[in-house]
C-alpha cells in the first residue's frame, strides 16, 4: 500500500486551516467557547488558553496528519474493492462513512457521560465531517 505522503500533510493542512476558520469568533467559535462554559471576556481564562495554544496546535497538528493517513489507508483499501469508482466519489464515501462510524459514536461520549450540551456535540462532529471529507476529496483525487 503507497501512501502519497505530500497529499496527506496537505490534508491535515487543510483540516487545520479549516478548524482554525470553523472555530474563530467570527464563524463558531464564540459559541463553542461558551457552550464549554469559557467566557471569551473573562482574561485570565483567556491568558490561560493562550499559554497553551502552542502545544495544543503542535498536538493537534500531529493528529491531524495521523487522521489523514489513516484515511488514506482506507480510501487505498475502497479504491482496490472498487476500482472502476470514481476517485473523488471513493474519497469523500470513505470520509462519510468514517465519520458516521468513528467520529460520531466516540463524540457521544461527551454528552453521554461528560454532561456537554447536544448542541456541542453537533458543532464539533460537524466540524469533523467537513475536515474529513476536505481530506477525502484531497486524497481521493491525489494519487
Not at 463553542?32 to 495544543?56: E, F, R, V, Y
Request: hydrophobic residues 55%.
Amino acid at each position: 500500500m503507497e501512501i502519497n505522503i505530500l497529499a496527506v500533510l496537505v490534508a491535515a493542512i487543510i483540516a487545520n486551516i479549516l478548524g482554525g476558520i470553523w472555530y474563530s469568533p467570527r464563524v463558531f467559535g464564540t459559541t463553542w467557547m461558551k457552550l464549554l462554559g469559557w467566557d471569551p471576556h473573562n482574561q485570565a481564562q483567556m491568558a490561560q488558553m493562550k499559554k497553551n495554544a502552542g502545544k495544543s496546535y503542535t498536538i493537534n497538528a500531529f493528529a491531524s496528519i495521523v487522521l489523514a493517513y489513516v484515511l488514506a489507508h482506507f480510501i487505498i483499501t475502497s479504491r482496490s474493492a472498487a476500482p472502476d469508482t470514481s476517485p473523488l466519489f471513493i474519497g469523500i464515501e470513505t470520509a462519510v462513512w468514517s465519520w458516521l462510524g468513528f467520529v460520531v459514536p466516540v463524540s457521544l461520549g461527551s454528552v453521554l457521560w461528560e454532561g456537554k450540551p447536544w448542541k456541542l456535540f453537533f458543532l464539533n462532529t460537524m466540524y469533523y465531517l467537513v475536515s474529513l471529507v476536505s481530506m477525502g476529496l484531497i486524497l481521493g483525487i491525489w494519487q
